[in-house]
């Protein structure tokens, strides 16, 4: 069965330092997102993705943080200067498109810590 | 605003009873709702869905019934399983695909 998959399973930076998160997402899928969810807190929804766009963002995603789409199959979520509160699970999602699309299927999650 | 929420953040029951995990919604609009499984340090698992024009859908063992008059979504678990024991979130979906997640309901499965 087709499956998201996330590398790293977990990333350790220091406060200040990008970091890129890697997804691929199941192949033919063409909406794109990611989530974090900060321990014992429930899953937020950061930004989507289509057609080489985003869709839509939440208040979270703000200038620190960017998507990419590099090729055609891995889509990326950077974070340019950590913050201690960025330290949480970062999920990826992607769902097909049409009438069947509505499904997210999401990765494992990369646990994200920022010392 | 939006917003998804739990009724009940615990729910034991023990193996072979059936489990009902609740849930409210306030955006009157949201036309799509999930149920998702999350296993510890694991990613949330789809369940089952429900689009708004139907009160009720059928999965194996599983059953989504919606209540758009009192924005009520529930899950109901038949024959619980100890598998069963995880961390289940109901969501919605708002514009743009983007869901909106409950807190989620810790289900503990007795043997």
């Known amino acids: 069965e087709p499956e998201v998959t996330q590398t790293p399973s977990h990333q350790v930076t220091q406060m200040g330092q990008e970091v890129i998160l890697r997804c691929v997402p199941i192949?033919?899928?063409?909406?794109f997102y990611w989530y974090r969810q900060i321990l014992g807190q429930k899953v937020e929804f950061l930004v989507s993705?289509?057609?080489?766009?985003?869709?839509?963002k939440s208040e979270i995603f703000d200038d620190q943080f960017s998507v990419e789409r590099p090729d055609g199959s891995n889509f990326t979520l950077k974070i340019r200067s950590t913050k201690l509160e960025d330290s949480a699970m970062y999920f990826c999602?992607?769902?097909?498109?049409?009438?069947?699309?509505?499904?997210?299927?999401f990765g494992p999650g990369t646990r994200l810590t920022v010392l | 605003g939006e917003s998804v929420g739990l009724h009940l953040p615990t729910l034991s029951v023990q193996e072979g009873d059936n489990s009902i995990i609740n849930c409210a919604y306030s955006?009157?609009?949201?036309?799509?709702f999930i149920w998702y499984k999350q296993e510890s340090g694991k990613g949330p698992q789809f369940i089952i869905d429900?689009?708004?024009?139907?009160d009720k859908r059928q999965g194996q063992r599983v059953t989504v019934l919606l209540n758009k008059t009192v924005k009520h979504l529930s899950l109901q678990i038949a024959a619980t399983q100890p598998g069963d024991s995880a961390v289940y979130f109901c969501?919605?979906?708002?514009?743009?695909?983007?869901?909106?997640f409950g807190k989620g309901t810790l289900l503990t499965v007795n043997p």
């Open positions: 993705f289509y057609n080489n766009e985003i869709s839509e």
């Open positions: 969501a919605e979906r708002g514009s743009n695909y983007k869901l909106t």
């Open positions: 955006n009157s609009a949201s036309d799509y």
């Open positions: 999602a992607s769902s097909d498109s049409g009438v069947r699309g509505d499904t997210q299927y």
């Open positions: 192949s033919n899928h063409l909406y």
């Open positions: 429900i689009r708004s024009n139907m």
